[in-house]
């Protein structure tokens, strides 16, 4: 089992990087990510947003992984997501349905309002990985661990991206319910 984890903050609001995130897929920074459909988005009582949504992605695994695994490069993740604009907490769990019974990679966002200045946002991501029934276990755990740090660059370039949009675009706002 190998942990993965880090920090980053975002020049922008919470609201303006929660917007982004929910639009993050698909992107040109990271087009791994080729589909995302919303499962399920519920308004709770309490004003918190619940979400589901099913991910595609176009892994680009290494021709070595894909012999040891025999799988297409295609795969799929399910995330499940809360927003509470109150506290200005959104939280994303993202765990791989694909391979799940060689590879188990559990990803963990959290996007809060910066703490001592309230025009930027932190984001604190970490991720489990937990190979087994398959050969050079710790090899592969230290590859994902090096790919996930690779993807999280280009997940923080994506999401600045959509945020130059949402500024260029015009298009209704979706946050008027997070402010």
Known sequence: ????TSQHV??????????????KYPNPVSPSVIGCDV???TLHPSG???SHRLLLANWGIAPALNKIFNMSELGYAS????IDARRRVMTARTRNLTLNRFISIEERLEYTQHPTDSSKTLLKQEATIN???????SYVETLVA?????NATKGRLAMEWVIERMRTVPTADPTEYLA
């Open 1 to 4: 089992m190998k942990f993965w």
């Open 10 to 23: 975002f020049d922008h609001d919470w609201a303006t990087v929660v917007t982004a995130a929910l639009n």
């Open 39 to 41: 499962v399920d988005r």
């Open 48 to 50: 918190t947003i619940h």
């Open 79 to 82: 995330e499940y997501s809360t």
């Open 131 to 137: 190979v087994e029934n398959v050969p050079l276990t």
């Open 146 to 150: 090096k790919t996930l740090n690779t």
